[in-house]
């Protein structure tokens, strides 16, 4: 096969794959996930993050919580190496360094104060489990309340501390981090799950 | 017998040189994870929490940082990543594939990453394939496993030493440029071996274990001892197929002095990518390593600048085939 004819036959195969992509993302990359991690703070939403995400690592490298790890094989090929955090084992404190060393942006740039981060973070949001709340249970706790860094703007509590999770949580997971009944009374739910894309 | 001339006398050194950027880069990979993890003990104000293991590799990361720095949880972040992608004081610097990789996951172009790579492509337009040779940390670890397998040689071990086509890891960068687009993401990450060291190395040292792609390059590892020779970095190593592409027309190659050399072949036998000094065949898969010049006990290997290679310059002037021919002729 001379050059060109293999030239040709390769851009005929990229052609052919761009067409089938969304067929063959279905077959072979089952994509869709339900496992409950939480994207680092600012993250495009998680299709775009695939694409995005160049596995540079250099999010949890600058993470000075150390709460990103990297999935191995177990969410699917399409996702390895990438960034995620879980809120139980260790939450995002929204310093938001990994947005400014992301070489691709997959990680928006913000600033850390409460306008960039409420307009722009989307982990996820966080849902309380009152049959599982030691407030709603009647013993006045209120821990996941104080542990929020926007307190009275993403939670508030009633007259008990019974906590009401508000519209502007961003899903930092730092409630679901400290609350202290096992297993937790608080979630994030991950806004993968919440807006799963088409 | 022809006037000799001498290559200018930093190129013999050149090798040395290489191994000493080689393994300041690899010892800087190694190094940034424990500084992460320093750097994760100061802003947690935790010192008096912190293991007995953990305290000395606290008060040895404060001994070798604090002359640069008095606030080490920001200041330190000035230099992250790996030679995958970094940031080096606020400039971004991204190997070439991973840009390529990622204009084929997302089908968009991403102008201020896409100028990331600017620096290394140009360098990789000047330079030729220099960064498989010098800066690549998965380099070191193939060249001591060459030296790993000469070594076993003594002792009765046979490396294989099959040849297969050049062209494969071209094949290698198409394919895996083409699952990055089906999948959508940027997959072609998980087989290139310098993204590989720095992501395990880091994983194993700051997030205490490594992950899958440590065992892919152990594979490699292995299939350059038991299979072909320097085999990933001449087969298959897509990143190593797009800097030969961007390094076809180069300015900087190895020349050999035909008036120098003897035939003997040493530049032959060390050098890693099975090339053909000896008879001026080097093209775009050289990567300037200098390991020829180095070796050449006859001074005949030197730089030059140019765009091509010399077309085949015959038998070396020192050597018994060119004296046989030159003395017919007379």
């Known amino acids: 096969m001379n ?8 851009i005929a195969g990229a052609v052919a794959t761009s067409a089938l992509k969304p067929a063959l993302a279905e077959a072979v990359f089952s994509a869709q996930s339900n496992q409950r991690y939480l994207r680092p703070p600012g993250s495009l939403s998680e299709k775009e993050f695939e694409s995005r995400c160049i596995r540079c690592g250099q999010c949890g490298e600058v993470c000075p919580n150390r709460c990103i790890e990297y999935f191995g094989l177990e969410n699917g090929i399409d996702s390895l190496n990438t960034p995620y955090i879980v809120p139980r084992a260790k939450a995002c404190i929204l310093c938001m360094k990994c947005g400014d060393v992301c070489p691709t942006d997959a990680i928006k740039e913000l600033d850390r104060n409460a306008e960039d981060i409420l307009g722009h973070v989307r982990m996820g949001k966080a849902r309380v489990n009152e049959n599982l709340c030691l407030s709603y249970q009647g013993k006045t706790c209120g821990v996941c309340y104080r542990a929020c860094p926007l307190a009275d703007v993403a939670i508030k509590t009633q007259l008990l501390e019974q906590p009401v999770v508000l519209e502007a949580c961003v899903g930092c997971g730092l409630c679901e981090r400290s609350c202290i009944q096992i297993p937790q009374a608080i979630k994030i739910i991950p806004d993968h799950i919440l807006n799963p894309v088409s | 017998m022809a006037e000799t001339i001498k290559p200018f006398a930093l190129w013999y050194h050149l090798n040395k040189i290489r191994w000493l950027v080689l393994l300041s880069v690899f010892l800087m990979l190694i190094l940034l994870p424990f500084i992460h993890v320093y750097q994760t003990f100061v802003a947690s104000f935790s010192y008096d929490l912190l293991e ?5 590799l606290y008060d040895l990361m404060e001994m070798l940082t604090s002359p640069f720095t008095s606030d080490p949880a920001n200041d330190l972040d000035s230099i992250k990543g790996t030679t995958w992608s970094g940031n080096f004081f606020g400039f971004q610097i991204s190997d070439p594939l991973s840009v390529l990789g990622q204009i084929a996951s997302g089908l968009t172009l991403y102008w201020p990453f896409i100028i990331t790579a600017l620096i290394p492509v140009v360098a990789s337009l000047v330079f030729g394939r220099f960064f498989c040779g010098w800066i690549c940390p998965a380099t070191l670890l193939y060249e001591l496993n060459t030296t790993l397998s000469l070594w076993l040689h003594r002792f009765g071990f046979k490396s294989g030493n099959r040849k297969f086509d050049r062209r494969l890891k071209y094949l290698v960068l198409a394919v895996g440029l083409a699952l990055s687009a089906a999948s959508g993401s940027v997959l072609i990450s998980v087989i290139y071996p310098p993204a590989i060291i720095g992501r395990e190395l880091y994983f194993g040292i700051a997030l205490g274990g490594f992950g899958a792609g440590l065992v892919f390059f152990v594979i490699t590892l292995l299939f350059d001892l038991l299979v072909a020779r320097r085999g990933f970095c001449r087969y298959v190593c897509p990143g190593g197929a797009l ?59 030197t730089f030059v600048i140019a765009t091509q290679d010399v077309e085949f310059q015959g038998a070396g002037h020192l050597g018994k085939q060119y004296q046989r021919a030159s003395n017919a002729g007379e």
């Open chain 1, 3 to 10: 050059r060109r004819n293999f030239l040709k036959d390769l």
């Open chain 2, 52 to 56: 007995p293991g953990e305290k000395s």
């Open chain 2, 243 to 301: 800097y030969s592409l961007l390094g076809r027309f180069r300015l900087f190659r190895i020349k050999r002095i035909v008036e120098n050399c003897n035939d003997c072949a040493k530049c032959n036998a060390v050098c890693e990518f099975g090339l053909d000094p000896l008879h001026d065949d080097f093209g775009q898969e050289c990567n300037n390593c200098a390991a020829c010049i180095a070796v050449c006990p006859t001074d005949a290997m």
